[in-house]
């Protein structure tokens, strides 16, 4: 139905290396949110995507939606010690204001 | 200085009690949720509030209790009906319509001795 699912679950990257996840819906999303979420902290939004095959950048983070606005990635090049935490992806409820989580990347960072 | 105050950022209960978990906001929104985290998870809607003296349960609302008299408060009450009430407790709100960006209190991490 309206759930997101969302891989890898979890990420151990080495500082420096390349980091990807992906948000996958099996019905079409008018659009996608993005959120980070730090160790001990509260989720914090980071972009939102609403046109198909949409790219957005902010600095090393690129944000992609699909063209079938069913699925999109957060990619990060080149991570840092201060990508730690979880991305979470989220759509909106249909009819309702609540937004629907994926479940979460846990990226860890080795130094 | 806009934003979403939790209180309190930990919170000790003993097993039979309710407690009260404050949120206040002051961004003027019209909509408010609350959610719960469990360590490693993902975040689970427990009540949600479009609109002053309405709600709507979520996923998870059994064991709790919300109100909304006020535009800028939505307390939650976790009952002792709540079984398993030791999470990390996260309220939000966002300007209310559809897909909204939510933004986040600080959460209240609540332990059950």
């Known amino acids: 139905g309206q759930q997101v699912m969302q891989i890898p679950q979890y990420q151990h990257v080495q500082e420096g290396e390349d980091f990807t996840t992906y948000c996958n819906s099996s019905?079409?999303?008018?659009?996608i949110q993005w959120y980070k979420q730090r160790p001990g902290g509260h989720p914090v939004f980071l972009i939102q995507l609403v046109k198909s095959g949409e790219v957005k950048k902010q600095k090393r983070l690129t944000f992609q939606f699909g063209e079938a606005k069913k699925n999109s990635s957060l990619h990060i090049t080149a991570t840092q010690t201060t990508d730690v935490g979880t991305y979470f992806c989220?759509?909106?409820?249909?009819?309702?204001?609540?937004?629907?989580f994926g479940s979460g990347t846990r990226l860890l960072v080795r130094p | 200085d806009g934003g979403i105050t939790q209180s309190p950022k930990y919170l000790f209960r003993k097993e039979g009690q309710n407690v009260t978990l404050s949120c206040e906001q002051n961004l003027n929104h019209d909509a408010m949720y609350w959610y719960r985290q469990d360590p490693g998870q993902g975040l689970r809607l427990i009540y949600y509030s479009q609109i002053v003296n309405d709600f709507q349960k979520g996923d998870i609302a059994e064991g709790y209790s919300v109100s909304r008299e006020k535009k800028e408060s939505f307390p939650l009450t976790v009952t002792s009906a709540q079984k398993n009430p030791t999470a990390f407790y996260l309220c939000?709100?966002?300007?209310?319509?559809?897909?909204?960006?939510?933004?986040f209190g600080p959460g209240t991490r609540l332990l059950v001795l």
């Open positions: 019905t079409t999303l008018s659009n």
């Open positions: 939000a709100s966002s300007m209310g319509g559809l897909q909204e960006t939510q933004y």
């Open positions: 989220a759509r909106g409820g249909d009819s309702s204001y609540k937004l629907i």
